[in-house]
């Protein structure tokens, strides 16, 4: 596709789209925060349970293990940002400048 990143001052040549990939991240961040609020619903309700009156110990247990587990989206968050982070300095640049002059080169 003609998609180039700068590394090291030297302008090296890619083969994916790091519009798309950007474009992706966007999509998934969108939906995870869309999702926030039922997950801390989620949270909330499985800590109330947690309150039920002569609660055995082993469900204590599993119920603070799924606690856990929902904070886990703060780890989606941050594996969303990694993969931002992997996309090399000026791709996303050269190939937005590259799809608005087309891949021909001009014979000067």
């Known amino acids: ?3 180039y990143a700068w590394k090291g001052g030297e302008t090296v040549p890619i083969k994916w789209s790091a519009v798309m990939v950007s474009e992706a ?10 999702a926030e609020g039922f997950i801390a619903d989620s949270k909330a309700k499985a800590a109330e349970a947690r309150s039920i009156a002569n609660l055995p110990q082993y469900l204590d247990q599993r119920l603070v293990h799924l606690i856990s587990q929902i904070e ?15 996309i090399p300095d000026g791709a996303i640049k050269a190939e937005q400048e590259s799809l608005k002059y087309g891949s021909q080169q ?3």
């Open 1 to 3: 596709m003609g998609n």
């Open 25 to 34: 991240m966007d999509k998934v961040e969108h939906h995870i925060t869309l």
């Open 72 to 86: 886990r989206i703060d780890n989606i968050k941050d594996a969303i940002k990694a993969v931002r982070n992997a």
């Open 106 to 108: 001009s014979i000067i």
